[in-house]
């Protein structure tokens, strides 16, 4: 099965887009990931997910932890969160291959509500973790990949692949993980409430407070369990969506250093230049200019 998917998912970016590029699919949700070269780790956020590599392998870094995942595994992105992600193994012979498959929690909350036994999320883990892909997930990706081929297809059979994976996710051996994400009652998905907030006026100052009652939780409880899921505080995750938000105006819409620090709500362009330049490694300026010839291949 992994050379039938090795031969697929080549012949569908050689006709859509081609190496070292993202190939968008029928599937909506689902995209194609192709390197020919290992990439430096390259910040940006990731959102739930399933990131499954087919050909070669990749690492993500957050904070004090770094995960490895390779071909026949996937990294699962339960909580959206700001992360350095990078191939660690392509060649042109043999390239990099993967597909990410952005989580329907609606979705999979409807499949766990129907699990006779759902997963009880009671552990404490952090919102991301490496799954060994099974048999029955393999075979589910294969079919979402043979679905690229048929689009008229796609909105009866879709739904139905996404929700026995789901099933497949939910009931193997991380399923406790994946359930917090989408229990309703669950601290993950109000910690992702709360997130959802942030994103949405990244450029108002928060006080914990106020993420606390969003999260309809104390703010000591808010504080931990907000620093559990994602590696970082509430602040600090504040001011990573900014700093990120900003690099993405500056990089894909051409916005100068100032407009870029105002847009996102910061007053001192010089103080964005300095939390900025502790971020990334180096000024906005001489970061934008390096970028700016990648485009669309940052995301891999």
């Known amino acids: 099965m992994e050379s039938e998917l090795v031969s697929a998912l080549s012949e569908y970016v050689a006709a859509n887009g081609g190496a070292d590029a993202l190939s968008f699919t029928p599937l909506d949700g689902v995209v194609v990931l192709c390197s020919t070269q290992t990439r430096l780790p390259f910040r940006r956020m990731y959102k739930p997910s399933l990131c499954v590599v087919v050909q070669g392998a990749k690492r993500i870094e957050v904070a004090d932890r770094a995960l490895d995942y390779a071909a026949g595994s996937a990294l699962a992105v339960s909580v959206e969160v700001p992360a350095y992600g990078g191939v660690t ?3 042109k012979e043999k390239p990099f291959l993967g597909l990410t ?5 609606e979705l999979m909350r409807a499949v766990l509500e129907r699990l006779p036994e759902p997963p009880i999320a009671q552990s404490s883990g952090t919102g991301l973790f490496v799954e060994t892909l099974s048999e029955a997930q393999r075979d589910c990706i294969a079919r979402l990949v043979r679905l690229f081929s048929m689009p008229k297809a796609v909105p009866v059979l879709y739904p139905a692949i ?5 099933y497949w996710l939910l009931t193997g051996p991380n399923g406790t993980e994946l359930g917090k994400m989408v229990q309703s009652d669950g601290h993950a998905r109000r910690i992702a409430d709360a ?5 949405q006026d990244f450029k108002r100052q928060w006080r914990i407070a106020e993420l606390a009652e969003v999260a309809c939780m104390s703010s000591s409880s808010f504080h931990q369990h907000f620093k559990t899921l994602t590696s970082m505080t509430p602040l600090q995750y504040q001011k990573h969506l900014r700093l990120m938000e900003a690099r993405r105006l500056m990089v894909t819409e051409a916005a100068n250093v100032t407009r870029a620090a105002l847009e996102v709500g910061y007053e001192s362009p010089s103080q ?13 300026k001489r970061d934008v200019t390096a970028l700016r010839p990648y485009g669309a291949q940052l995301s891999l």
């Open 272 to 284: 964005f230049s300095r939390e900025y330049s502790r971020l990334f490694g180096c000024s906005p």
């Open 89 to 91: 193994q392509a060649s």
């Open 101 to 105: 498959i952005d989580f329907d929690t």
């Open 195 to 199: 997130i959802i907030h942030m994103r």
């Open 162 to 166: 996404i929700k026995e994976l789901y």
